[in-house]
């Protein structure tokens, strides 16, 4: 009996001092916690502000950067309406919930450890107090120049730089294609709106533009130039639509808007319907100018003009 009490206890012994040579879990979940609470000061455009060098749990109330955020794989948990609903986006929110500038509370119980969204949010304030939070400023930087500085807020500054040099050489090369084969004068329209609004734009407002205009090096026609390139964009009604139509139109088309001016004499008559050279597009797809929009939009324009 007692050489069975005394295997007994050599065997517990062995046991213990075995569990005690395995490594912590509690102490990896330390370590991991000390890694995600790291911080890197990022110099935004109101001073700099103590963010996480690794953010795990991002809001962001600003539509046309939720996309920039998402291809440099952030993890968003709270977004606003615009960004839910946008088709190029699924998958990139499934952890997430529709959040406004206006649900405070919701927004902390969501438990962010930052808060991205624009320099005119009447709340900027109340959504200090629950996370680090940086703004900026629409159109005060240009597009890519946007993506790389939310490349150095999340400390991927090097990512945003791979992307953007890859991006605009497949767009200036595509862009020297579709010269070659539409002449170096033709001219391209980006237009948007219903019966009710019309809107033409130029370089800088989403939709595509920055592609064709800036990267491809397209031109837009006369009129657009005039009207719609300092502001860019500019309100028309469809009756006067034929005055800035290019040779080629890109139509951001709204599916639930009423387009029966596509159904008028005049929008027929334009040239650019005519010759088949125009490209609908979802409205929902192309309204942003992020990785996500800009690499969907690039491939929509190769395929159109070069048949790719």
């Not at 110099?43 to 502000?49: M, R």
């Not at 440099?72 to 499934?94: A, F, T």
């Not at 119980?109 to 200090?128: H, M, V, W």
């Not at 008559?269 to 929902?284: G, M, Q």
Request: charged share 30%; with cysteine; proline share 3%.
């Amino acid at each position: 009996m007692k050489k069975i009490l005394i295997a007994m206890l050599i065997m517990i012994i062995l046991i213990s001092v075995g569990c005690s040579n395995e490594p912590s879990n509690d102490l990896n979940e330390e370590q991991q916690e000390d890694k995600n609470t790291e911080t890197i000061t990022y110099k935004s455009e109101n001073g700099d502000i103590e963010v996480p060098k690794n953010p795990q749990r991002i809001v962001v109330l600003y539509g046309t950067l939720s996309g920039h955020v998402m291809a440099l794989d952030g993890n968003i948990v709270g977004v606003e309406k615009w960004s839910m609903d946008n088709p190029n986006y699924e998958g990139y929110l499934d952890n997430a919930v529709e959040v406004s500038d206006e649900n405070i509370e919701k927004i902390m119980d969501l438990d962010p450890d930052l808060i991205i969204t624009g320099s005119t949010n009447k709340n900027l304030d109340k959504f200090q107090k629950i996370a680090p939070t940086v703004s900026f400023t629409y159109g005060k930087l240009g597009y890519l120049e946007q993506y790389l500085e939310v490349g150095k807020l999340m400390n991927k500054e090097d990512e945003a730089k791979k992307w953007i040099d890859n991006f605009r050489a497949k767009a200036k090369k595509s862009g020297e294609d579709i010269k070659a084969k539409i002449g170096e004068d033709s001219t391209v329209s980006v237009i948007e709106g219903d019966n009710k609004q019309m809107y033409v734009f130029g370089d800088n407002w989403g939709r595509g533009t920055e592609i064709l205009y800036k990267e491809m090096g397209l031109k837009m026609p006369e009129k657009v130039k005039e009207d719609a390139l300092k502001e860019g964009y500019f309100a028309l009604s469809s009756e006067v639509l034929p005055e800035y139509s290019g040779d080629y139109i890109v139509f951001s088309k709204n599916t639930e808007g009423d387009n029966s001016f596509q159904e008028t004499k005049t929008y027929k008559n334009i040239p650019a319907v005519k010759n088949n050279r125009v490209l609908e597009v979802d409205t929902n797809k192309f309204n942003f100018n992020d990785p996500i929009s800009l690499d969907y939009q690039l491939d929509k324009f190769i395929e159109f003009f070069l048949g790719q």
